[in-house]
């Protein structure tokens, strides 16, 4: 019998430990087909994470990991992409300066995975110089997957000046998105 996947969001960890799958892997082929910009709002506990988990090891191309799955024989996995992933889910913090905080470590945290120099004294040039320097290296365009992308203003939500200042920080720092786009293979915020 195979084990319910509570709290997993993992694709891995899931498949590894023998839980129940339901695969999605044909959404994403549908979706994944062409070059595209998308956002996913759904609520809590919906399977988001374990999505953008999903389409992060279809464009590492961990074949091994989708045996058995719709998107196996269908999806060219000789092609990889540079993967830029930002979660959320631990928050940003009680305000804009502990969210930066959060965003550099997670931008210092994929440019020493994609061995990709990074230096900027800003969050929004890390940002811009990480996909443009990825592209550059690998010769792929870049996607970028981001997870609980509302999580640092729902953890405010109470407070509305710090609200502001978060969205106000965010907003400059997804701009990057619509700037890089030509270094752009998929984009996913969720």
């Excluded at 339901?22 to 994403?28: L, Q």
């Excluded at 978060?166 to 998105?177: E, K, Q, S, T, W």
Aim: charged share 30%; glycine share 6%.
């Amino acid at each position: 019998m195979k084990n319910l996947p509570i709290g997993i969001s993992t694709l891995s960890l899931l498949l590894e430990s023998n839980c129940i799958y339901v695969d999605k892997t044909e959404y994403a082929y549908h979706l994944l087909k062409q070059p595209g910009r998308f956002f996913l709002s759904r609520p809590r506990r919906f399977g988001k994470s374990l999505f953008v988990d999903t389409l992060k090891e279809i464009f590492a191309g961990n074949q091994k990991l989708f045996e058995g799955l719709y998107i196996v024989d269908k999806w060219d996995w000789t092609k990889k992409y540079p993967v830029i992933k930002l979660d959320f889910a631990a928050g940003g913090g009680k305000s804009q300066e502990e969210l930066d905080i959060r965003i550099e470590d997670m931008l210092d945290e994929n440019g020493e995975r994609l061995d990709v120099q990074i230096d900027s004294q800003d969050l929004a040039g890390k940002f811009r110089k990480l996909i443009s320097r990825a592209a550059a290296k690998y010769g792929q365009r870049v996607v970028v997957l981001v997870d609980e992308y509302d999580k640092p203003i729902l953890d405010n939500i109470n407070n509305s000046q710090v609200v502001r200042e978060i969205r106000d920080a965010l907003h400059r720092f997804y701009g990057v998105l619509k700037e890089q786009d030509a270094n752009l293979q998929f984009v996913l915020i969720s």
